[in-house]
């Protein structure tokens, strides 16, 4: 290996050529380069795939992290650049120096070889923890497979050999590199390097071997490291200079002698030699100023401007677009950190801070498109100036060589000014390549800053050579709103721009209801001491809160009155008697109930508590009473009780309490329903508590995914939608993890509801809960959902095999497809393939526009209308409800509707309808009108515009208007039966069926307008919309019959054997689920509907199947029907629960209402929509 000593001596060296005075210049040139900043740079990505990533990392300030950084697919190694890039950035922030330098290093290619496969070693394991792939737990359990494990370079690769996300970058053509970047890169030497490969493959073809250089040696090696990795590279579409910068060590080395000057007798080789130098030297000289100075040279100055603008501009917004240039290096702004969680010290809370500075990087986009994002952008700073006061700033940044396009368009948005703010020079993009003006570009007379005195005549060479010099600048524009005008009538608010667009159009054609719930009522009557004042929902007693204790009174008088008569000799039906009963109670209990939960006040919901803790024990004392329930028997059994099966369902309600049984039993089933009452809440309270974990056994690379008190971290919920894998996974994994507690009050429950029902005589709690139900058997509930899960089966797992895919190319070093990926590839793929976004079709479901639609239906299909009424002075128990008058055409009032449709502090987040008044027939022969309330959460609303609703909050809104509806249709004699006072399955049709009307096209065509312009919804966007609702509509139902096979198995007849909640949930999982249970989970530990439904989960299936057939057979062809609707109102709506749900259904169909038809009728509608999705998918091909 080494020379002998001999072998030393006979080797001749010439004499060293001295260096020329230029040579040490250009080190000199080259070494002040390499310290001082530079204005210019090359590419964007010098930048942001390594020091800006770091310097986030460093100085926690907001960075943009690119795509190569993405923890779902990394394909940039982190310890490089952390080793390299972090001590100097962090001794940066220590002493506060602008100024980086590097150093290179050089080692042997031995030594490289040796330390390579330790250092390989070293990089996959820190990219693997930095990640998320590879965590402390699964060291510890020792459960490590290749998919814990991150290679960057593999990834890098297969990113590279997918055109489709190569389309994201720019594909280019694939002699780029020979053509373009080779002589940008190498110019000289790249030449050298094209003549010697011209050379030798002409030497090749001609058989001329021996002049070629041969393949091991040196020569040869230098030169396929020159030839094959750019012959490589040119396979790939996307081509950046940047990729074959080491091409310069063998080409330095093959072709780096041609530009040296030395002895040679040759001297037309010395000439050419000479020549050489002067291009190399030039062209090099060149490009460093040009890259260095010039090209996107005003970026930099603008965002040292930008930054000290920004910190002088607390507590206001700043926007940026740029357009036309490279993104900016977010880092140098020095943003603070919008993702760190920061802790007051004073009071230890943790918080994040809201950004304040907004980069909105729009590309190449044409003009018009730019604009409308600047439309929107300035809309939006508009709106939250008007609605929360947070004034802004909003720039446009461009190459001055498009300042006449921008002017251009600009103009053609009336409201929008465009006022120059700054030039910053030099700047130069390749992308806005400044135009030469022609003799009368009166433009260029207007902009440039050296021109003739004389701007009359044709511009001189001069004064276009100066006009075109101008054009190498970055201007930044400062764009402002032209709107003065103010509300008609009002001196408080400037019309905003959406509002001043609209009014442009002319008067609105909005009808009176939905101009009404268009606007979100501000008003407090409660306050008016200008009028007389009610009581809440009109009832003088409820004036102020004391008024539930007289309601309350007077109900216990009440019903001692009624005791007195139905236990003596009654001379009406005991029936009648029973319902005044019922009624008489339920008016206060179900009022009393609503306003705890729901008045905003603290001594209302208080009274409102104790007036139903009150009524409960009326109610308990009366399922015990055995006068009353000898009475109601006697009755029946002597056929005086007048409607027998509402007389048998007032007896079933006293025999679930147990008062047939001896004294004994009758006190256990007492006990069991306090015991039951009390372990239901306390789990159903325990199943909505955050899970607080140590920080520590959480991985680090999805902490900030989470809040954090202290040293723990709050999980609150699944983050079902979350896009981050990884946090999905940990937040499943520790929010449903097995908790002793829950799990003991569950068994409890479901040991003492067994114990209950056969107390009272049934085989299971199952059976008890379903005997007046459409199903009325548990052995009916389980052949169904066995049915109509042998269905599902195919059809659910070529939903989850789509998922699946999903998920594979979006992170291929993930796990198959779990539980926790369910909700969010179905969410991705509405609004990836069907392009579906609540920010796209809010604005055509306007509050007002949506009630109007519910209007036009109820109009269409039973006659009535909804119409709104002022609220009375107390009537309301917050100043924004709505109320309603449902008004029949021929019949007159049938109801009220209260809309408690906005969020509120202390209002519960849910979607629901309460029943107020329950209809009933008086004895003077009038009818008791139904009184309800709807109650949602929405947000929005204020002077700004509208409430604008997601196609989900839609679909809320006409679920619970079904139910309003069933209330107000119902005209059962008797208040006990009267509309949802029904089985469940049945009380769900209307609602369900309502949905179905607010996604067919041709209803919602009717009233899906936007709220700015009244345009109707583009077709396709309806089609797009009323599809989505269906994706992977089977794994969703299968997810649905697996909860209610859970539901039923608790509560079933082998409830009291003796296996755990989390052992009968496997076991159920394995055999109703297409997904895996995941271990160390207890998911029904959180799941409330088992304590609220009780062995009635099924309903919702049960509903959906008979909702689908009554859609089918009488409204699909033609929804807005109004032959159909007045049928189903009479067979179906106004009955209620009077008539047994089986037969009442069954008569209306025309069919039985068994097992097996009502499964099929739920595979049916799979079908039917898939065949839907597939007619829009073929649509949106085309």
Same mark, same amino acid.
């Given at each position: ?844 479901? &306007? $509050?007002? *526009?949506?009630?109007? %639609?519910?209007?036009? +239906? ?7 209308? =909804?119409?709104? /009424? ?66 949602? &959460? $929405?947000? *929005?609303?204020?002077? %700004?515009?509208?409430? +604008? ?7 809320? =809104?006409?679920? /619970? ?66 599809? &989505? ?9 299968? +997810? ?143």
């Amino acid at each position: 290996m080494f020379l002998k000593g001999n072998i030393l001596k006979s080797i001749k060296f010439k004499n060293t050529v001295p260096l020329p005075f230029s040579y040490w210049v250009l080190v000199t040139l080259r070494f002040a380069l390499t310290l001082l900043p530079q204005t210019g740079y090359i590419h964007p990505d010098e930048y942001f795939q390594n020091v800006e990533v770091i310097a986030g990392d460093i100085f926690d300030v907001d960075v943009a992290r690119t795509w190569e950084f993405d923890p779902k697919f990394p394909i940039r190694n982190i310890f490089i650049p952390k080793l390299i890039l972090g001590p100097p950035l962090f001794i940066i922030r220590g002493i506060g120096s602008k100024i980086v330098g590097f150093a290179d290093f050089h080692a042997r290619i031995f030594m490289l070889v040796v330390c390579g496969i330790p250092m390989v070693l070293l990089c996959i394991l820190v990219d693997s923890a930095y990640y998320g792939y590879l965590t402390l737990a699964d060291i510890e359990s020792l459960q490590i497979t290749w998919s814990n494990w991150v290679v960057t370079p593999l990834n890098f690769l297969r990113y590279n050999m997918d055109v489709r996300k190569l389309t994201k970058h720019g594909i280019h053509p694939r002699w780029l590199h020979l053509a373009v970047n080779v002589p940008i890169l190498f110019n000289v030497l790249g030449f050298l390097a094209g003549c010697a490969v011209i050379l030798n493959t002409y030497r090749f073809v001609k058989g001329q071997y021996t002049k070629m250089p041969k393949i091991q040696s040196i020569r040869g090696l230098m030169l396929l490291s020159a030839i094959t990795p750019l012959a490589v590279l040119s396979l790939f579409p996307h081509q950046e200079a940047r990729f074959i910068i080491p091409i310069l060590v063998p080409l330095v080395y093959l072709y780096g002698n041609s530009i040296h000057i030395c002895e040679v007798d040759d001297m037309d080789l010395k000439t050419l030699k000479k020549l050489l130098i002067i291009v190399w030297y030039g062209l090099n000289i060149i490009f460093a100023i040009f890259f260095g100075f010039i090209h996107q040279g005003g970026i930099y100055p603008f965002i040292n401007d930008l930054h000290y603008e920004n910190n002088g501009s607390y507590g206001s917004h700043m926007h940026v677009i740029t357009t036309h240039s490279y993104s900016i290096p977010t880092y140098l702004l020095q943003l603070e950190s919008t993702t760190k969680i920061w802790k007051d010290r004073t009071t230890k809370h943790s918080f994040t801070i809201a950004p304040s500075t907004f980069i909105h990087k729009y590309g190449s986009l044409p003009m018009d498109q730019l604009f409308m994002n600047v439309d929107e952008v300035l809309t939006n700073a508009e709106m939250r100036y008007h609605k929360y006061k947070k004034k802004y700033k909003l720039y446009v940044v461009s190459p001055c060589s498009l300042e006449k396009k921008l002017f251009r368009e600009a103009s053609k948005y009336q409201y929008i000014n465009l006022l120059e703010h700054r030039s910053y020079y030099p700047h130069f993009c390749t992308e806005a390549f400044p135009n030469f003006p022609s003799k009368d570009d009166k433009s260029c007379v207007k902009g440039s800053k050296i021109i003739s005195n004389n701007a009359q005549t044709d511009l001189t060479v001069l004064d276009r050579i100066s006009c075109f010099v101008n054009q190498f600048c970055l201007k930044v524009f400062h764009v402002k709103i032209l709107i003065d005008c103010f509300y008609k009538g009002s001196n408080i608010m400037k019309l905003i721009k959406p509002i001043w667009r609209a009014s442009r159009r002319g008067v609105s054609t909005w009808s009176p209801l939905a101009t009404a719930f268009n606007t979100r009522p501000t008003h407090r009557p409660i306050f008016d001491s200008l009028k007389e004042r009610t009581g809440l929902f009109n009832k003088p007693e409820l004036t102020s809160f004391e008024g539930f204790h007289t309601l309350k009174e007077q109900a216990i008088t009440a019903t001692d009155r009624l005791i007195e008569e139905a236990t003596s000799n009654p001379t009406r039906p005991m029936v009648e008697i029973f319902d005044e009963l019922s009624d008489t109670l339920c008016k206060v209990a179900d009022l009393a109930e609503f306003v705890r939960i729901a008045h905003p006040q603290p001594h209302f919901a208080s009274a409102a508590e104790d007036a139903c803790i009150s009524v409960s024990g009326v109610v308990e004392k009366l399922n015990t009473h055995k006068g009353l329930y000898e009475a109601l028997k006697n009755s029946v059994q002597t056929g005086t009780s007048g409607d027998k099966h509402l007389a048998e369902l007032f007896l079933f309600d006293f025999e679930q309490s147990g008062i047939q049984l001896e004294e004994n039993a009758r006190r256990e089933v007492v006990a069991l329903n306090d015991l039951i009452l009390q372990t239901g809440q306390q789990f159903m309270a325990g199943g909505a508590k955050p899970r607080r974990v140590p920080r520590s056994i959480v991985p680090q690379n999805v902490r900030q995914f989470f809040s954090t008190e202290g040293d723990d971290i709050i999980v609150s919920g699944v983050y079902a939608e979350c896009e981050e894998a990884a946090a999905r996974e940990a937040a499943y994994r520790l929010y449903l993890a097995p908790d002793i507690r829950q799990e003991r009050l569950l068994s409890a429950t479901l040991q003492a509801r067994h114990r209950l029902a056969q107390l009272c005589g049934f085989q299971s709690y199952a059976d008890r809960a379903i005997k007046a139900s459409t199903m009325e058997t548990s052995t009916n509930v389980r052949e169904f959902l066995d049915i109509l899960s042998d269905n599902l089966h195919d059809r659910a797992n070529v939903d989850f095999e789509a998922m699946a895919k999903m998920k594979r190319q979006e992170s291929p070093y993930q796990k198959g497809l779990m539980c926790w990926d369910t909700p969010y590839f179905t969410h991705k793929a509405k609004t990836q393939l069907l392009n579906v976004a609540n920010t796209d079709f809010s604005p055509y479901f &306007s $509050l007002g *526009g949506c009630m109007e %639609g519910l209007n036009m +239906l109820c109009q269409e299909l039973y006659g009535i209308s =909804l119409k709104s /009424e002022e609220m009375l002075p107390g009537e309301s128990w917050a100043p924004d409800v709505y109320k309603l008058a449902v008004v029949h055409e021929t019949e007159g009032l049938l109801g009220h509707i209260y809309c408690d449709l906005y969020e509120r502090a202390g209002k519960p987040h849910q979607d629901c309808h309460f029943t107020i008044q329950g209809g009933k027939l008086l004895p003077d022969g009038t009818y008791q009108n139904p009184i309800v309330v709807i109650m949602l &959460s $929405l947000s *929005g609303g204020h002077r %700004g515009g509208p409430a +604008l609703l997601s196609a989900g909050s839609v679909d809320n =809104l006409f679920h /619970e208007a079904g139910h309003a509806l069933h209330s107000m249709l119902g005209r059962a004699p008797h208040q006990h039966v009267a509309g949802t006072r029904c089985a469940t399955d049945l009380a769900e049709l209307p609602s369900v069926l309502n949905e179905y009307f607010a996604s067919s096209p041709q209803v919602v065509r009717r009233f899906a307008r936007h709220f700015q312009t009244q345009e109707p919804m583009p077709e396709d966007m309806l089609q797009r919309l009323c599809a &989505s609702k269906y994706l992977f509509g089977a794994s969703e139902m299968q +997810l649905q019959v697996f909860y209610s096979v859970l539901d039923q198995l608790y509560h079933g007849a082998n409830a009291s054997h003796q296996q755990s909640t989390t052992e009968v949930l496997q076991s159920a999982q394995k055999q109703y689920y297409g997904l895996p249970y995941v271990d160390n989970t207890a998911w029904q530990h959180r799941f409330s509907h088992l304590i609220g439904y009780g062995a009635k989960y099924y309903s919702y299936l049960i509903s959906r199947a008979l909702a689908w057939s009554v859609w089918r057979q009488n409204f699909d062809a033609r929804p807005l029907n109004r032959s159909a609707g007045d049928r189903l109102r009479h067979a179906v709506l106004r009955h209620g629960g009077a008539v047994e749900p089986k037969v009442l259904l069954g008569d209306y169909l025309g069919t039985e209402m068994t097992p097996r038809a009502l499964a099929t009728a739920l595979t049916d509608e799979l079908d039917y929509h898939k065949d839907h999705l597939d007619t829009v998918f073929k649509v949106m091909d085309k």
